[in-house]
């Protein structure tokens, strides 16, 4: 297999993009300026206020006194507290960004990518033997969630494969995100294809590819059971497979199928050598289940397999949904690459954090995908000066990011669908989601 893959060059980093800043005024802005006599005085005062500033239209009302003193009132200004709103164009732009981060953050090592492939190869392995050998149920629920979470870990070296931030060659990325997707059950260059569409496209309601908002009209022409899969927990966190399969609702296609909408003509030999990969994968698990039984592959592989379906939904949802503030997502003219990745969200993993290499610090991966993971808390410290109300600070965890069940919990309760109008658009909630809400008089 390794040879086939071999035969492939495999990806290429994505492009790096750069936006030109839009200046305009932050919408929602209320400035107020009085004039006011003094104390002694009976005269009606003087104000000059500026309402509904916005990228668009604004308008200037002036509200004058019938009559005016002869000697002018001391001026005395007023302060208002500005309320951020996070869907106005920033006063920076990418380069601005770029520049902030030093520049050894931006080197790629490929024998310390290699190391990290190593120790979770290594972990794994070990994992599996020790648990083969107790085979104790004391024992299979802890080895579950250890190894589920080194599955998952697995995914996220490969996932630096597919973005070239791995190491800058081509042929090594492929071999390694083949090995290490295809293990896992992941058709390496159709999840890369569809991943580079998703952060070329991040923030866009109808262009991004992972876990993009549905527009009210598309929410109401799915069926109960798909709403209810869709949102509520635990069956959600088992989504992944299933996407893979037909990508999410109200888009066709699937990442194993090389005449799919995801690809582009030219693509499809890299789809057609994943899928091989993948299917050579599923073969070997078959094979071993006759080998060592049905039951000890279950608990060797098949559940640690869904655990890392769970970690790998978990993870990608709370990178885009959950905020305290509701986010924008945007259509048209609003959109550009910056303003997209500014809605993305860093969160803490604890522990976590260095089982799956950082892949938390995600605001400043998603703008600079080619920085490596080991760079990345360095790079999000050099930038926050720049991205000021931008970043948002995660809220920190304990050892285990058990405060994160209740984010996601709320996040879907609330965010359901968009609005099919607007090019600045914000999460809501359907009432009737869980059962139609009934309101009795007292």
């Not at 070990?126 to 083969?132: E, I, P, R, S």
Request: proline share 8%; glycine share 6%; net charge neutral.
């Amino acid at each position: 297999m390794a040879n086939l893959v071999l035969s492939e060059c495999g990806i290429r980093p994505l492009p790096r993009i750069y936006t030109t800043p839009r200046s305009t005024f932050l919408s929602n802005t209320n400035t107020t300026f009085k004039l006011r006599p003094s104390p002694s005085s009976s005269s009606t005062s003087l104000s000059f206020r500026l309402n509904g500033l916005s990228t668009k239209n604004w308008a200037l009302n002036v509200t004058t006194p019938l009559t005016v003193e002869s000697s002018p009132p001391p001026i005395e200004e007023e302060h208002e507290t500005q309320r951020f709103d996070p869907g106005a164009p920033p006063p920076f732009n990418l380069a601005d960004i770029r520049a902030a981060i030093p520049k050894h953050c931006w080197v790629k090592n490929p024998w310390k990518s290699m190391s990290y492939v190593a120790r979770d190869v290594a972990i794994v392995f070990a994992l599996a033997a020790g648990a083969a050998y107790l085979n104790s149920w004391l024992v299979w629920p802890l080895y579950w969630l250890a190894q589920g979470t080194m599955f998952w870990a697995l995914f996220v070296l490969g996932h630096d494969c597919g973005h070239g931030s791995f190491s800058n060659d081509p042929r090594l990325n492929s071999v390694v995100g083949h090995l290490l997707h295809s293990s896992i059950l992941v058709p390496y260059h159709g999840w890369r294809i569809s991943h580079r569409t998703h952060h070329q496209n991040h923030g866009h309601v109808e262009n991004d590819e992972s876990w993009h908002p549905m527009s009210e009209k598309i929410y109401k022409t799915l069926d109960r059971p798909t709403r209810f899969f869709r949102f509520t927990l635990p069956l959600v966190m088992l989504a992944y497979p299933f996407y893979l399969w037909a990508r999410s609702p109200g888009k066709k296609g699937s990442h194993y199928h090389p005449d799919s909408d995801l690809f582009l003509p030219k693509e499809k030999k890299d789809v057609l050598t994943s899928t091989a990969c993948w299917t050579a994968m599923a073969a070997l698990l078959v094979c071993l289940n006759f080998v060592m039984g049905p039951m000890q592959m279950l608990k060797l592989y098949g559940i640690p397999y869904w655990i890392n379906v769970m970690w790998l939904d978990f993870v990608t949802y709370l990178h885009h949904h959950g905020h305290e503030d509701k986010l924008p997502w945007y259509r048209g003219k609003e959109w550009s690459y910056l303003r997209g990745g500014l809605t993305t969200l860093d969160r803490d993993y604890g522990v976590i954090n260095n089982i799956h290499h950082d892949i938390g610090t995600h605001v400043i991966h998603h703008l600079f995908p080619q920085i490596p993971h080991y760079h990345l808390v360095e790079a999000t410290e050099a930038a926050k000066p720049v991205l000021g109300k931008y970043y948002r600070e995660p809220d920190k965890s304990g050892p285990l990011p058990l405060h994160l069940l209740g984010i996601l919990a709320k996040s879907m309760k609330e965010d359901h669908y968009v609005s099919d109008q607007g090019d600045v658009v914000y999460y809501k909630a359907d009432p009737n989601l869980y059962g139609e809400v009934k309101v009795t008089a007292d």
